[in-house]
Each structure stands twice: as C-alpha cells, then as structure tokens.
C-alpha cells in the first residue's frame, strides 16, 4: 500500500513558476518510480513526466520538455514537479502516482500506474 498527498497548486501568471510536491507513505519510497499527470479542463487525463525508482532517469512530455523538472528525494520520501514557464494551457488538475512495477522503467501510460494522489489545481492566468 502507498498513499500519495500533492501539493503546491494554485494560481499563477503565464510565465510564473509553481513547485509540486508529492509525499508518499507506506512502501519504501525507493523502490518504486514516480509520475505526474495532468487533467486540464474537459479533457482527458495525460502524461506529464516520470521517475525512475532510484531517480537516474527522467523523460517528459514534449509539451511540458524544457520547462517542467521532475526530482526524487527518496530521504524525505517526497517527489517534486517544478514548472517554470508556465503557460494558460498548463492549467489542470495535477496528480502524483506510483508504479510498483519492476518492469516498466518509466511509462507514460497512466494504467501502469497503481496509486495515485487525490490531485491539486493548477491555474494558470494569461
């Protein structure tokens, strides 16, 4: 079992920068990878950027590449999303999960994933 709680969200100008935070509880933080995904306004919900367990590799998507930042602190158990840039098409629903699997590496799909956050805005003004 792992539980998952964001925050950081909240509303900003175009160009400003927000920080997400994700802390995780129950598993060992480290032997799971880390993923953001977003669910902006009437729309599906879609891959943002991933983790892998021990934090060596991160990919994006190319919408947020260049801007968005992905980092693991398995210290302190916590994975971060830091969003500089920030565009009025960033503004969503925001949500960390946990891929348990040893297999996947570092997926985009969001059903390799097996918990997720309860979500935080992100509002994004132009």
């Known amino acids: 079992q792992v539980q998952l709680v964001e925050s950081g969200g909240g509303l900003v100008q175009a160009g400003g920068s927000l920080r997400l935070s994700c802390a995780a509880s129950?598993?060992?933080?480290?032997?799971?990878?880390m993923g953001w995904f977003r669910q902006p306004p009437g729309k599906e919900r879609e891959f943002v950027a991933v983790i892998t367990r021990r934090g060596e590799s991160t990919y994006y998507a190319d919408s947020v590449k260049g801007r968005f930042t992905i980092s693991k602190n398995n210290a302190k158990n916590t994975v971060y999303l830091q969003m500089d840039s920030l565009k009025p098409e960033d503004t969503a629903v925001y949500y960390c999960?946990?891929?348990?699997?040893?297999?996947?590496?570092?997926?985009?799909?969001?059903?390799?994933?097996?918990?997720w956050g309860q979500g935080t805005q992100v509002t994004v003004s132009s």
């Open positions: 999960a946990a891929d348990l699997s040893l297999n996947h590496g570092a997926s985009v799909v969001a059903g390799d994933y097996d918990y």
């Open positions: 129950g598993r060992a933080f480290s032997t799971y990878a």
